[in-house]
């Protein structure tokens, strides 16, 4: 909830200037629940560089901005955190596409990653069986597909706040 407070109220006044500020947005967007936000901003980091969004592409591609564009998918629509003991996926898939699809070398194996609106579909490619964890159900992932139904994520209210910024309430620590 409070990455939610903070993104709304932060998202409408950043100034986008950074070519890496769309695909953290986005990423951001997909994991507090707000798609639509989400695809813009995807579409807008895909754009830098092939539309010249920022007017210097000329001076060569951006390509932490395309390292961006690979995050916004990986962890923004398929949801990956790999920061604790076992890979963590909270999927977000746009209603527009039918599907994504990647492979990803994790704890030394190959990880095959199938998304499409209903379901989350894992298989280990190259090496052993990889414990991952989909929105809090724990699997031991092999070589044979394992799918998981995905309930549809529930997109928030945008908070509005009245009375300054999402923190204005909590006390200050000198």
């Not at 414990?131 to 549809?152: K, M, N, T, Y």
């Amino acid at each position: 909830d409070e990455k939610r407070r903070a993104f709304d109220f932060y998202d409408p006044i950043t100034t986008g200037d950074s070519t890496l500020s769309a695909c953290v947005q986005g990423i951001m967007a997909a994991e507090v629940g707000h798609p639509e936000a989400a695809l813009e901003h995807f579409t807008n980091a895909v754009f830098i560089d092939l539309d010249d969004t920022h007017g210097n592409t000329i001076d060569g591609v951006h390509i932490a901005s395309t390292g961006g564009v690979w995050s916004s998918l990986v962890c923004g629509f398929a949801g990956l955190r790999d920061q604790g003991p076992m890979p963590f996926f909270d999927p977000r898939l746009p209603a527009e596409w039918e599907a994504l699809s990647f492979h990803l070398k994790i704890q030394g194996r190959l990880l095959l990653v199938e998304l499409d609106a209903g379901a989350l579909t894992l298989s280990v490619h190259s090496g052993g069986s990889l414990d991952v964890d989909v929105r809090g159900q724990v699997l031991s992932v092999g070589a044979e597909p394992v799918r998981i139904a995905l309930d549809p994520v529930e997109v928030p209210e945008r908070t509005v706040f009245p009375s300054g910024p999402p923190t204005a309430s909590l006390p200050i620590v000198r």
